[in-house]
């Protein structure tokens, strides 16, 4: 079993910068690939980035390209969601998720975070 628990979001105004991280425990954090997920309200569950376990590869939605950059820190078990340049339609709820040896995709995660919500007003 694996726990996660996102904190960092908030309310930005358009064109500022927020950076969301996400904790972990239980199992080993390094063997997990990683992920960012989106909700704007009526809409569903949207993938924004992944991180390989390592930290050598990642993967963005094409919209937050140039804007957004994932990290982890595995000697600390968190993950990180560095997003600048916010624009009113990054609101959403940011959920962490996690899988375990393969790359995170709708659908197949192992893990999700509760979730925090991001507001950029315009």
């Known amino acids: 079993q694996v726990q996660l628990v996102e904190s960092g979001g908030g309310l930005v105004q358009a064109g500022g910068s927020l950076r969301l991280s996400c904790a972990a425990s239980?199992?080993?954090?390094?063997?997990?690939?990683m992920g960012w997920f989106r909700q704007a309200p009526g809409k569903g569950r949207e993938f924004v980035a992944t991180i390989r376990w390592d930290g050598a590869g990642t993967s963005y939605q094409d919209s937050v390209k140039g804007r957004f950059t994932i990290s982890r820190d595995n000697a600390k078990n968190t993950v990180y969601l560095q997003m600048n340049s916010l624009k009113p339609e990054d609101t959403a709820v940011y959920y962490c998720?996690?899988?375990?040896?393969?790359?995170?995709?709708?659908?197949?995660?192992?893990?999700w975070g509760q979730g925090t919500q991001v507001t950029v007003s315009s």
């Open positions: 998720a996690a899988r375990l040896g393969l790359t995170v995709v709708a659908g197949l995660v192992d893990y």
């Open positions: 239980g199992r080993t954090f390094s063997n997990y690939y």
